[in-house]
């Protein structure tokens, strides 16, 4: 059966930490890998990710995909308030549906 | 600028009402996606329509039906509401090869 983990589930730092997100999925015919970040209402898209080894980065945030080993994470650097949401990662298939599998995310919650 | 476009926002039914969540996207999209988030399940796909005119289940189709209206709209229905169906639905669309987008979500209690 095809699934995304997630790791943490939740976690607590303080403004200016820097924090490492962890995906690791097992699923047929992959084809590429998001990051969304959410905050009260809808998920917005931060990266998708289909090559291993190739850093995505967007201002603090930076992403990586290893397609060996079957994992990505999510980096982000001098953590602000402002970051605190539930981080999900979903991976797409070629199944020509675009269907997603979600993980069940990271609550990242960031003290001033 | 809508882009994916849910209502209600918020909606109260007692077990047993039928209800239908609305959801309209203007981006030109070809797939559209009905998705539930619970505590600790992440989101969970209810039912997709990958284009105009075809509809099929995700992984928690039990107690919805949906229509695919036109190429923009794509309903969700509850015929007998249960308070399992308690959640927040998320309705997403996508054009191909792009990340999908969501709409703001419906939050739907039953009681």
Sequence with gaps: EDKVVQSPLSLVVHEGDTVTLNCSYEVTNFRS????????????????????GIEKKSGRLSSILDKKELFS???????????????????????????????????LKVLA | NAGVTQTPKF??????????????QDMNHNSMYWYRQDPGMGLRLIYYSASEGTTDKGEVPNGYNVSRLNKREFSLRLES????????????STGGNQPQHFGDGTRLSIL
């Design chain 1, 33 to 52: 890998l998001l990051w969304y970040k959410q905050e009260k209402k809808a998920p917005t898209f931060l990266f998708m990710l289909t090559s291993s």
């Design chain 1, 73 to 107: 994470i999510l980096n982000i650097t001098a953590t602000q308030t402002g970051d605190s949401a539930i981080y999900l990662c979903a991976v797409d298939r070629t199944s020509g549906t675009y269907k997603y599998i979600f993980g069940t995310g990271t609550r």
């Design chain 2, 11 to 24: 909606q109260v039914l007692k077990t047993g009402q039928s209800m239908t969540l609305q959801c309209a």
């Design chain 2, 81 to 92: 509401a249960a308070p399992s169906q308690t959640s927040v639905y998320f309705c997403a």
